[in-house]
């Protein structure tokens, strides 16, 4: 009876393997993946001080600007736009412009004056990734305003949802 | 009790993550602004020849004005002046006077003889951008001045504070 079961077991075990090796040339594997949303920007440091101290007589003070700050965007979505705010109101008589280079298809709004309500800067941006964009910033103040020391403004840039 | 601290410092660093992640869409920068003092004074060139030339008999010459001039002012200050002189004095029986427009909100103390140390001639002036002001030159002389032959005054405006 013992002999005779060892003979039946090697049986049942090859044509178990034989089987699996008949299916060896073929595999499937089911791949998940997903893009999310991604929206990132950022800005590479902050701009110089802006200070105004010169004026030709009966015009008003010459503006100061500031070209030395560039912003990175990348965006995998479509109809965004960048707009930018600042934390508090500036000094009545002075005005903060900001003017971004837009990035390929994207609208620049130009020089813009900053709030504490979100401005459009740039529009019309969609599915790009794109670095090196120069921010231009300029500083207006009026002889009225008087003279101001040593001040500081946050200026908030965010990519967002928006096609103007 | 040492198990219990990686499951808790993981709680802790993910949520962190998750919020720096959420805001990659902002940026921020700090801008850095300056006003500085500004006092700027010009004018446009020089008045024309003030020539006393005409008298009515029994009263002295009769005196000789010249508005053809304007001065600019840029100034973001409070409580500015602007002052003149005279390089050299007048001759005897001679006298020069200056009279400036005010801008808005100064003070013209209208026409001022000049001498050689400042005389305020506008006052009051409080941050104001102005170009065009009329600046009103006018000569006089006495008979007993007698003839001068064609001379000439450098006449210095400043813009200052009051002091």
């Keep these: 009876m013992r002999k005779s079961f060892i003979p039946v077991l090697a049986v049942i075990f090859a044509v178990v393997l034989g089987g699996v090796a008949m299916a060896g ?3 499937n594997q089911t791949v998940s993946f997903e893009v999310s949303a991604i929206n990132e920007l950022s800005v590479s440091g902050n701009p110089a001080a802006l200070v105004i101290d010169s004026a030709t007589a009966g015009s008003q003070p010459t503006f100061a600007t500031d070209d030395s700050t560039t912003y990175a965007v990348t965006t995998n979505e479509e109809g965004r736009k960048i707009t930018g705010a600042i934390d508090s109101a500036m000094p009545s008589g002075v005005t903060l412009k900001i003017a971004l280079v837009a990035p390929t298809d994207g609208t620049s709004a130009g020089s813009v004056a900053l709030g504490v309500d979100a401005v459009d800067l740039v529009t019309g941006i969609s599915q790009l990734a794109a670095s090196g964009k120069l921010i ?16 500081t403004r946050t200026v908030t840039l965010t990519l967002t949802a928006g096609v103007s | ?13 993910l949520p962190a993550f998750a919020g720096a992640n959420h805001l990659d869409n902002v940026a921020h920068q700090t801008v850095t602004f300056q006003v500085s003092p500004i006092s700027e004074l010009s004018v446009s060139g020089n008045p024309g020849l003030l020539h006393v030339i005409q008298a009515v008999a029994g009263s002295e010459p009769a005196d000789v004005d ?28 001679m006298e020069l006077m ?3 427009a005010a801008p808005p909100g100064a003070t013209s103390l ?19 951008c102005e170009t065009g002001k009329t600046i009103t030159y006018r000569c ?14 450098t006449v210095t405006l400043t813009l200052t504070g009051v002091e």
């Excluded at chain 2, 010249?66 to 029986?93: F, H, Q, V, W």
């Excluded at chain 2, 209208?110 to 104001?128: E, K």
């Excluded at chain 2, 006089?140 to 005054?153: H, K, L, M, Q, T």
């Design chain 1, 25 to 27: 040339n073929t595999a």
């Design chain 1, 136 to 151: 231009t910033y300029r500083l207006d103040a009026s002889a009225a305003a008087g003279v101001i020391e040593s001040d």
């Design chain 2, 140 to 153: 006089c002389a006495d008979a007993d001045a007698g003839v001068i032959v064609s001379d000439s005054r």
């Design chain 2, 66 to 93: 010249d508005a053809s001039t304007t001065y600019s002012l840029t100034c973001n200050e409070e409580d500015r002046k602007i002052t003149a002189r005279l390089d050299d004095p007048m001759p005897s029986g």
């Design chain 2, 98 to 100: 200056l009279e400036l």
């Design chain 2, 1 to 13: 009790m040492p198990k219990l601290v990686l499951p808790v410092m993981l709680m802790l660093i």
């Design chain 2, 110 to 128: 209208g026409f001022v003889a000049l001498s050689g140390t400042d005389q305020n001639i506008v006052t009051g002036i409080d941050g104001v």
